[in-house]
Structure formats: structure tokens, C-alpha cells
Antibody, heavy 124, light 107 residues
Framework: QLQLQESGPGLVKPSETLSLTCTVSGGSISSSSYYWGWIRQPPGKGLEWIGSIYYSGSTYYNPSLKSRVTISVDTSKNQFSLNLSSVTAADTAVYYC????????????????WGQGTLVTVSS | DIQMTQSPSSLSASVGDRVTITCRASQSISRYLNWYQQKPGEAPKLLIYAASSLRSGVPSRFSGSGSGTDFTLTISSLQPEDFATYYCQQSYSTPYSFGQGTKLEIK
């Protein structure tokens, strides 16, 4: 079964770039059935979708973050990555990677599974 | 963008109670509605997809219903492990969006 694991620095300085990687195991990132996504959750708050990527490199970003976000995929390593530039304290959050699965019988889709999450704190 | 609004924001209930959580979309999303459960310190877990389909392995006491703009998650008989925060999420269009969450607490 699919498993996802986030990795990257837990502390980033203001104005710098946050970089995280998600490693996929138990399946191929190049599967036509999956998109791959990043979702974040500020401490004590709700969930915000950041963006998604297909193995071909096609991306969808949240317009609220689009100017600062880049999501990329490395099929040779079965990984995808998140870069968020010019970070501020407002970007402090637990960052989750997740698999977006589409139904085989419709266009319904959902996130399952999720990685365990990694806390990134923006502070000098 | 589609806004998702859950009610209530918090709920106190007892083991064995029947509980219903509501999620409303700011525009019609057909049945593109998913429900997740999140426990403290853990990642969200999928419970229900496409408004009413139960994820494999999820207990049958969980059920979902609705279409268009109004949806419900029902837990038929609360168990101790069900006390958690629940989120709805629309997958009709990007940017995907979540409700603000409903925290289910023990009475």
C-alpha cells in the first residue's frame, strides 16, 4: 500500500525559501491514477490545499500562494517536492504531502493516504 | 473559489450517541465532497469520499449523505476512538477547500 513521508528543514528564516520533499513508497509516482499534493495546517487551525502535481509535471496551485509556490516531481526517485519562497511567520505550519486518488468510474477524487506531516517554523 | 462551512464548530457528546455534522458549500459541488478525521498529532484520515462512499476499513457506523450544497456526516453510535476533529473537503474544483473543522469532544 502507498506510504508517503515528508522530509526537510524544520526551521526556516523569514524571507528565505521553504523546501520539502515527499518520498512515495509502495507504489509508483508515475501511476496514471494519482496526482500528488501538498496541504498545510497552521498550529491549531484548519487545512489549506497548497497545490498538486501529476507525474508528467502538470501542476495546479492555490491562487493565494501561486506567486510563491513551485511543486516539482522526480520520477527516478519516486519523490515530489515543494518550494515556498519569501516565507513569513504566517507560513509556519505542519506540511502534509498526500496522494490525490481519482475514482476509476467517475471524476470524483480525494486525498488518501497522507504523510505524517512535518512542522516547519519560520523564525529568525 | 468555493467556501466550505461546517456546523457546529464543536460538539460534546457521549459514547453511544448518534451525532451529525453538517457541511455547506458556497455553490453546488454535486457529490464532490469528502470527509476526514484528524486526531491530535496525527495526519487527517479519509472516512468518506464522493459524499457517501465509505473508505475500505472505516467502521460502518460512519455514513455520509447529501449532494449539491448540503452534506452530512453521521456517526450512528459514538465510540471512544471517534473523539477527534472532522473536516469536509470539496474536490469539485481547484483550489480545493476544506471546512473549518468540527471538534467532537467527550461530554
Amino acid at each position: 500500500q502507498l506510504q508517503l513521508q515528508e522530509s526537510g528543514p524544520g526551521l526556516v528564516k523569514p524571507s528565505e525559501t521553504l523546501s520539502l520533499t515527499c518520498t512515495v513508497s509502495g507504489g509508483s509516482i508515475s501511476s496514471s491514477s494519482y496526482y500528488w499534493g501538498w496541504i498545510r495546517q497552521p498550529p491549531g487551525k484548519g487545512l489549506e490545499w497548497i497545490g498538486s502535481i501529476y507525474y508528467s509535471g502538470s501542476t495546479y496551485y492555490n491562487p493565494s500562494l501561486k506567486s510563491r509556490v513551485t511543486i516539482s516531481v522526480d520520477t527516478s526517485k519516486n519523490q515530489f517536492s515543494l518550494n515556498l519562497s519569501s516565507v513569513t511567520a504566517a507560513d509556519t505550519a505542519v506540511y502534509y504531502c498526500a496522494c490525490r486518488i481519482s475514482s476509476t468510474w467517475s471524476t470524483y477524487n480525494w486525498f488518501d493516504p497522507w504523510g505524517q506531516g512535518t512542522l516547519v517554523t519560520v523564525s529568525s | 473559489d468555493i467556501q466550505m462551512t461546517q456546523s457546529p464548530s464543536s460538539l460534546s457528546a457521549s459514547v453511544g450517541d448518534r451525532v451529525t455534522i453538517t457541511c455547506r458549500a458556497s455553490q453546488s459541488i454535486s457529490r464532490y465532497l469528502n470527509w476526514y478525521q484528524q486526531k491530535p498529532g496525527e495526519a487527517p484520515k479519509l472516512l468518506i469520499y464522493a459524499a457517501s462512499s465509505l473508505r475500505s476499513g472505516v467502521p460502518s457506523r460512519f455514513s455520509g449523505s447529501g449532494s449539491g450544497t448540503d452534506f452530512t456526516l453521521t456517526i450512528s453510535s459514538l465510540q471512544p476512538e471517534d473523539f477527534a476533529t472532522y473536516y469536509c473537503q470539496q474536490s469539485y474544483s481547484t483550489p480545493y477547500s476544506f471546512g473549518q473543522g468540527t471538534k467532537l469532544e467527550i461530554k
